[in-house]
């Protein structure tokens, strides 16, 4: 139904970009980006509809979506009608529509991480592709984003399919957030747990699934006795 799509990212780092600033008056201009080098091939037959079942299978994962300010072209704009994104005088471009959405992803993660109450973004199409594009967004801490990178693409590419979250799921962003706002020290399965009022061992399976891909470390607890491990954000001192 939504037709074969491939998406490949082909660079991401984190810096500064003057000239992208301009482009959205919500940018801070003391806050780094996060720049994602994305190439998309996706042709389903019927855009609009296509692009309308995605968001609404996006919003059942991440429904905080439906709080974003968004500003783009009205027929980009997320969850709008199918009539409005095909009001347009010329076909949507359904490669840079899901480009955006992956923008937009990437803006709920690292907002709820980090509890900013505002992450700007912006997604531009390269001059000689249709399928190249450059996304940017507000990222105030280069260690979270291999994992928002990741969360971006599994959550996007498992509304294309149909299929069940990659991984962890939203459980792995609750417990990247968790470790994040208690980033002041490595912390204990039990102490996360009761942070988070889970139970351990659901918890503990979640940790070892981000451990399995690098997205968080295991090591010595320095102030508890005995031989307890603890974990912390990958990149983080």
Known sequence: MSGEVRILITG????SY???????????????LLKLQVEIDWMPRSPAQALSSLEQRLVEFCPSLRQHECRGHRPYQILCSDEQ???????????????HLLEHVLIDALAFITSTPRVSG??????????????????????????????????????????????????ALEVVRALYQKRAEPLPIEDLAAHLGQEPGAVHATLLWLEQHTFVRKGPCAKSRGRRDCYTLQGLA
Do not use: Y
């Open 12 to 15: 991401s780092e984190i810096g």
């Open 18 to 32: 003057p000239t992208v600033l301009p482009l959205n008056s919500m940018f801070r201009p003391d806050v780094p």
């Open 85 to 99: 994104k095909a009001s347009g005088h010329r076909p949507i471009e359904v490669s840079l529509a899901l480009a």
């Open 122 to 171: 912006l997604t531009g199409a390269h001059k000689n592709s249709t399928q190249r594009f450059d996304i940017f967004v507000e990222c105030s801490d280069a260690s979270l984003a291999p994992f928002v990178v990741w969360l971006a693409v599994s959550w996007v590419s498992a509304a294309l399919d149909g299929t069940p979250l990659d991984g962890a799921g939203r459980p």
